[in-house]
């Protein structure tokens, strides 16, 4: 007992003893604990007290230094703006600066500014003007619209200063790309040729060099402002930054906004006796400028430029750089006129370019210039990098850009083609092939350089005919045996069209042909649209018939000279003739051309040459009547029959071709079946003829041989565009419904 009594006392004082060490130790842990919060919380990088103090001054000072750097690029109103709303306490809510405005106050009251400039309204139009004229330029532009649209986010306005030829191909162009928020306009080149062809101009751009100084009288007199650029700059951001420097303009009253030029060709020490026209220091450069048109109206502009040009003249005898020469002499006389943008926005490619000087990092380049004859060959540092970025925008797919303007409902344009596609029943087995026929496919006509003279007489012919990448190689040969006018269609991908581009050029043959018409329609869709595509050749036509060929077959030797002479005795002026060229193929790769009706008739009975489709489609061509024609010496009228698809020869207003019929069958039988139903005679020529070269089977005459689907949807689509002549021609049509049965 008495041991358990003195037990107890000892066992209260050990766990009062413990309690009241426990004390301490919980206060040193809860002090510890908020002392390491508050560490984590200001120290994330570990440091300790003093380390982290040292941080925060050195990110002190850093802020400081940007805040600096900042203020170089913004203008003093913004700044002071910004500091009385930090003073008043106001938010940044009450200024419409872009994006990410004032990042965070440091602890010393400085305000760090990440952009504090007004972004462009995002429906505002911006205007584009762009002096185009000929084929080439008409190619080369549309790699910098693609590298404008890339990074647009406002609607544009494209206005071209433009000879007929440019016209007609970025016209057909840009009512085919249906590019949303891009409206098009176009200007007389020809109309303004007087007021500047009277200056002489050693340079390559001749008298469209020179254009650019008319464009105040020539664009409206209701457009206040424009950006100007030339075909052969590459954009790497988004033109609205550019767009936005006319505040400056405006602010500082300078009606011209361009980029120092970054060569010493006007300092003239490129060479002894070099003498360049008057500029001021370095000169500007006129690829990439900004035009208040508003103010240089009411400076009288055009009389400006024209009054230093005759002056400069008297002593130059010519310009050496068309329009820059004379911008930049009326500069030196009046240098309060200009406004230097950034170097930035045209970092020039020239021949003796000072132009790495202009940037630090790559990422600072806005605008590429390639103004040296020698393109992409000049040298420069970061040539692989500029290269690179252009060669992107050339190959680049355009049905890509076809995106929507997100935000400007009132620029949608409405997409007739979409709600057609809209009413289309998904579950019918040809529905495929029925969104084939909506689809708008991008042309791009007369690709390369195009000169067609017309004969005396009215009996001219054009070969017409289409192709895709993989019978590239039947062109040259087609023009050594047809030496008048041609029109082809090209079926190619963005892509494909540079590598089509490198082989013409490179091709004797093909570039000493200035009357073969080639014409891009750019890939778009799972078939190939065989009839979409002749009838873009034959729209291009400018001879009053045609030939009707296909890329596979080559015509005989003479064969172009023998169509004219039979068309002016057939008289085809008066009525509907078919004039038929019979058709033969060889099996063979490598072939001796036979040069006469002699030659090609012993080749039949040696077994070297065959009536063409003899052993797979005799039906196609067995009304030609072979048998007669081997011993025909004048030509012979013959009657329509069921699927019938020669070659013909016909007057240049005959039918379309029906677009319904894509990839492989019946797309020339129901060309040859609207013919008979509107009335023409068929007439087969005795001492004509065309020989079908071989080639591996096309992806869609494989997918019509292996898909059953195919071939049924085929002949619903047949049947239908048989109904369909029966309502367009009437009882005569019924024919050919009847015969199919």
């Known amino acids: ?37 508050n560490f984590n919380r200001n120290n994330l990088m570990g440091f300790n007290n003093r380390e982290a103090a040292l941080a925060e001054r050195v990110r002190e000072v850093e802020d400081e230094n940007q805040m600096l750097r900042r203020q170089l690029s913004l203008s003093q109103f913004q700044l002071q703006q910004s500091y009385q709303l930090q003073s008043q306490g106001g938010g940044t809510d009450k200024l419409n600066i872009s994006s990410e405005k004032i990042d965070r106050q440091t602890g010393n009251g400085t305000i760090i500014c990440t952009n504090m400039e007004e972004s462009v309204p995002k429906c505002e139009v911006l205007h584009v003007a762009i002096v185009c004229a000929g084929y080439n330029a008409s190619r080369e532009v549309i790699t910098l619209i693609k590298s404008v649209l890339f990074y647009r986010k406002n609607p544009i306005h494209l206005h071209f200063l433009s000879d007929q030829p440019a016209k007609l191909i970025l016209q057909t162009l840009f009512h085919t790309w249906k590019v949303q928020g891009v409206e098009v306009s176009f200007y007389a080149a020809d109309d303004s040729k007087d007021d500047v062809s009277w200056i002489p101009n050693k340079h390559y751009s001749g008298v469209y060099g020179l ?18 650029l030339d075909t052969d700059v590459t954009f790497a951001t988004d033109i609205a930054e550019l767009w936005k420097l006319f505040r400056k303009l405006i602010q500082k009253k300078k009606p011209i906004g361009l980029v120092e030029n970054q060569s010493n060709w006007y300092l ?41 040009a005759e002056k400069e003249l008297m002593s130059m005898l010519s310009t050496s750089l068309a329009d820059q020469d004379i911008i930049n002499a009326v500069i030196k006389q009046h240098p309060d006129i200009v406004y230097q943008l950034p170097c930035a926005w045209n970092v020039q490619l020239s021949e003796n370019t000072r132009s790495e000087s202009c940037y ?18 000049v040298k420069n540092k970061h040539i692989e990098f500029f290269r690179n970025l252009y060669l992107t925008f ?6 890509l850009l076809r995106r929507e303007l997100f935000g ?14 809209g009413e289309l029943n998904e579950d019918d087995q040809c529905y495929d092939f029925r969104r084939e026929k909506l689809l708008n496919h991008r042309i791009h006509l007369y690709y390369l350089d195009y000169h067609y003279i017309q004969p005396i007489g009215d009996t001219d012919v054009t070969l017409v005919a289409q192709l895709s990448m993989d019978r590239l190689q039947m062109l040259e040969a087609i023009c050594n045996h047809w030496l008048g006018p041609i029109s082809f269609a090209l079926y190619m991908s963005d892509a494909e069209v540079q590598q089509f581009l490198r082989y013409a050029l490179s091709s004797e043959i093909l570039m000493s042909r200035k009357n073969v018409g080639y014409h891009i329609v750019y890939k778009d869709g799972q078939f190939y649209p065989v009839n979409f595509l002749r009838n873009v050749a034959l729209q291009q036509v400018n001879t009053p018939y045609v030939y009707l060929s296909d890329i596979d077959f080559l015509p005989m030797y003479g064969l172009y000279d023998y169509l004219k002479k039979a068309i002016g005795m057939m008289d085809m002026t008066k009525s509907n003739k078919a004039l038929i060229v019979p058709a033969f193929e060889t099996l ?13 008739l012993s080749m039949l009975d040696m077994g070297t040459l065959y009536t063409f489709r003899y052993h797979v489609w005799q039906k196609g061509h067995a009304p030609t009547n072979f048998a007669k024609w081997r011993t025909s010496t004048t030509p012979y009228k ?5 699927d019938f698809e020669p070659y013909v020869v016909v007057k240049k207003d005959c039918p379309q071709y029906d677009t319904r019929f894509v990839g492989f069958g019946w797309n020339k039988v129901a060309h040859i079946m609207e013919l008979d139903a509107q009335g023409y005679e068929f007439i087969v020529l005795p001492n004509a003829f065309m020989i079908h070269m071989p080639h591996a089977p096309s992806f869609d005459i494989a997918k019509f041989r292996s898909s059953e689907q195919y071939r049924e949807c085929l002949k619903i689509l047949k049947s239908e565009f048989q109904r369909d002549m029966a309502k367009k021609y009437g009882f005569k049509a019924l024919k050919y419904v009847a015969v199919d049965k």
Not at 6 to 24: A, D, E, G, H, T
Not at 408 to 421: I, K, P, T, V, W
């Open 1 to 37: 007992m008495r041991g358990q009594v003195m037990f107890r006392p000892r066992k209260k004082y050990i766990f009062l003893l413990l309690v009241l060490m426990s004390v301490p130790l919980i206060i040193l842990t809860y002090i510890s604990i908020t002392r390491d919060e």
């Open 588 to 600: 063979r790769y490598r072939l001796t051309f036979p040069k006469s009706k002699a030659e090609l």
């Open 211 to 228: 254009m650019k100084l008319v464009l105040t009288k020539v664009l409206p007199l209701d457009l206040d402002k424009v950006i100007v």
């Open 268 to 308: 003239g020490t490129l060479w002894v006796k070099h003498k360049p026209w008057p500029a001021v220091g370095r000169g500007f450069n006129t690829g990439v400028i900004l035009l208040d048109l508003k103010k240089l109206r009411q400076m009288k502009w055009m009389q400006m430029w024209r009054l230093t």
């Open 408 to 421: 400007c409902e009132s620029y949608q344009r409405s997409n007739h083609a979409g709600d057609q596609l």
């Open 394 to 399: 050339l190959e680049y797919d355009g049905n």
């Open 638 to 642: 013959i009657q329509w029959e069921a």
């Open 360 to 377: 630090t990092e790559i990422s600072d380049i806005k605008v590429i210039h390639w103004n040296s004859p020698g393109k992409m060959r």
